[in-house]
């Protein structure tokens, strides 16, 4: 099968910086997008930013000028730098990857939408 794991997340206070790395682990021949989630308490999870497999990036409005996404898809890997972190950017972190394209022994290809475990970022003020 296929698995994302995260690292990076942890405590930080207001205006310091934090790096999400995110590995995409199995049989895999493509993956279409890659990119980050979040979810802060008692709010519903939202996009922080997307990478495609042709490069195209969007971000979240809130975190535009401070975040910057970044992706190998030779290593499956994506990875998110967070500047000028704000208290409101406190949340669990979530990779995703999106249309994973995988094999197992004996099935056909398959395709799959990914999510890692998440990984907590909280920003002090």
């Known amino acids: 099968q296929v698995q994302l794991v995260e690292s990076g997340g942890g405590s930080v206070q207001a205006g310091g910086s934090l790096r999400l790395s995110c590995a995409a682990s199995g049989s895999i021949f493509s993956i279409n997008t890659m990119g980050w989630y979040r979810q802060a308490p008692g709010k519903q999870r939202e996009l922080v930013a997307l990478?495609?497999?042709?490069?195209?990036?969007n971000y979240a409005d809130s975190v535009k000028g401070r975040f910057t996404i970044s992706r190998d898809s030779a290593k499956n890997t994506v990875s998110l730098q967070m500047n000028s972190l704000k208290p409101e950017d406190t949340a669990v972190y979530y990779c995703?990857?999106?249309?994973?394209?995988?094999?197992?022994?004996?099935?056909?290809?398959?395709?799959?939408?990914?999510w890692g475990q998440g990984t907590l970022v909280t920003v002090s003020s």
């Open positions: 995703n990857a999106d249309r994973v394209g995988f094999v197992t022994p004996g099935q056909a290809p398959r395709f799959l939408e990914v």
């Open positions: 990478v495609s497999s042709a490069g195209t990036i």
